[in-house]
């Protein structure tokens, strides 16, 4: 019998005809999921080598050409001499990652530079190295989860990757819906089917194998609002019904799913050897509309905040906590009798054992669960649900969105005129405005506000748009912006450098705790000293809608808190104190929200500084921001 197996797949293995294509494999990844801490380094090591080793075996079965490199030794010039690049290891950057502190407090990220600004080969990244690589160049393919299992469902099944060269048949078989995806519906007030025919692309995920390396999808509002992008797939994760698991923006398509060819399933093998040979049709291209910030607001987020503020949502979260709470309690009750009973608590169960109703998450009364999400507006409409959903519906045409906040603005000007911002004609009339000189200041601002051009005279938008107008298309993601879809490198319109220097710009708030759509984490620490006791207090101000992970089931992709406190002079007493959280979901995973204190008691043998290192990942309801370290210190 396997004398029979093997001579099967020599046969087909010999039976492919290559493709007259090049193509550079760039390494550095392994099967095990380590989320940036080595858990077993030989281990992984061992996987790199056979990981390399599957994929460059797959790639010769196809290709004519075939080079693997490691990410440390890959930068992207090599690119230009392979038809089609794929990327599953972190590449040597053009500019490393830099965490920018000013007066103490976190100020910005400004995340790895892997290619230039008008790189335009095509490129193919594997799961995570979507988001890392094309973080700063501004592709669509970003870390919406890290969640991604191995199966896929809501097949483009006309997109060029499912038709051949390569001969592909795709078996669906109904799976029940994600339970994230479910959620997620219902949050919206939208409806989704209770199972998916879903199509199995390798067999091996972090769902059914611990430790296996997890898969990456992209956020689905936004990504088709250019020419230059299209969705080819989703899959089964942790998030929204149309997560996308398989999409190409431009010259870079990203394969969210983990597994190596060694792990893929036959009938997704030649569809990724489709892939290959689809994307090298697109050399010469580059990404026009630039998402440089992942998480921008977009015209979703006003129909999510509409749909947030009504009583039947709020009724769910403060019933989601109540039961928590119940659950846990009994837990904790029941081994407070074990412990009087003389029986002993060990590992994990020993923060429930003495656990109290004062320690559990307190339910915000409505008008407290509208106040922390809503700001200003609470003050306007109060409790009057009717009156958030109208605002948000009723000025949809007039929102936009900002590179350095998540948040959506009303564009009173745009609303004043009756003219949506995605609406040509708001550009035309803006020209107008300046050029008779009704409102001057207003066209100027419409102008700048919505394309990337500084021109100092109606004169010369009034050419551009006359040139350009049947080229023109506007983008949410992009940044709110009117481009043009031409290639032709220095099209005017099209340079980003405008917007990349406010980006860039360095503002920090007075207010240490401050949070924000874009750091929705702020820590602040204090610390008693009574002789050489002391006691240092970390409170952690979370923003309203995120929160992070105090403990993660293994059956969960998400990253778990962790601290890691050092200095000198000083002899810790005990671990440190936390509070319990809430749960996630039925796998068992707990989450913070709002705020956490956090207390460790410690004898000083002097005086010193005591550090800690807060590891966290923070996520809202529709997506994960990338993991992020902060730190307080305090002197004793």
Partial sequence: MALLVLLCVTLTMAAVKKTDLSVLYVGGHSDIETFDTPYDTLANAKSIVARTKAWVDYLNTYFTTVKAVQGKDYDFHMSYNYDVTIIDGDPKPLEPKQVIYKNGRFSKMVYAKYFPDDFDRPVITIADEGETVGRRIGTKNDWYCLCLLGKAFNLRRDNAIFKGPYPVKITLKDQPTPDGALEFAKMMGDKVPATTPMWTVHNHDYGNTPGYKAGMVSREW????????????????????????????????????AGSPADMTEEAKPVFANAVIYMSKFKGHRVIARKLDEGIATRFNADQMARLATKEQYDDYAEEINGFNKQIMHIADSLKAVKAAGG?????????????????????????????????????????????????????????????????????????????????????????????????????????????????????????????????????????????????????????????????????????????????????????????????????????????????????????????????????????????????????????????????????????????????????????????????????
Wanted: glycine letters at 8%.
């Fill in 222 to 257: 936004g990504y088709l609002d250019s020419p230059d992008a299209e969705v080819i797939s989703g899959g089964q994760c942790a998030k929204s019904y149309d997560a996308i698991a398989i999409g190409r923006h431009a010259n870079f398509m990203t394969w969210g799913f």
């Fill in 344 to 636: 002993k608590i060990e590992g994990p169960y020993t923060m429930y054992a003495d656990l109290t109703p004062d320690q559990l998450e307190k339910v915000p009364t409505y008008e407290g669960y509208l106040k922390d999400r809503y700001d200003d507006l609470y003050a306007k409409f109060g409790t009057d649900a009717k009156a958030y959903s109208d605002y948000y519906i009723s000025n949809k045409p007039y929102f936009y969105g900002s590179l350095q906040g998540y948040d959506l603005t009303l564009d009173n000007d745009a609303k004043s005129l009756g003219i949506a911002n995605n609406d040509i004609r708001l550009l035309q009339k803006a020209v107008e405005l300046w050029k008779s000189g009704k409102d001057v200041a207003m066209g100027k601002r419409l102008l700048y506000r919505y394309t990337l051009l500084r021109y100092k005279t109606p004169e010369e938008f009034e050419n551009w748009l006359k040139r350009y107008g049947k080229q023109l298309f506007f983008t949410e993601s992009g940044g709110w912006k009117w481009l043009v879809n031409d290639l032709t490198p220095g099209t005017p319109g099209n340079d980003y450098s405008v917007v990349e220097a406010e980006l860039n710009s360095e503002t920090v708030s007075d207010d240490s705790m401050k949070t924000t759509e874009g750091d929705p984490v702020a820590l602040s620490s204090s610390l008693e000293r009574s002789g050489n006791d002391c006691v240092l207090t970390i409170q952690m101000k979370i923003h309203p809608g995120y929160h992070i992970y105090n403990i993660v089931s293994s059956k969960d992709p998400f990253i778990a808190t962790t601290y890691k406190i050092s200095g000198k002079g000083y002899e810790l007493n005990g671990d440190m104190q936390k509070p319990i959280g809430r749960r996630l979901n039925a796998n068992g995973s707990m989450i913070y929200e709002n705020e956490v204190v956090l207390t460790q008691k410690f004898t000083a043998k002097g005086h010193g500084t005591i550090s800690v290192e807060v590891n966290y990942q923070a996520c809202n309801d529709k997506a994960c921001l990338m993991p992020m370290t902060k730190t307080v210190k305090e002197e004793f």
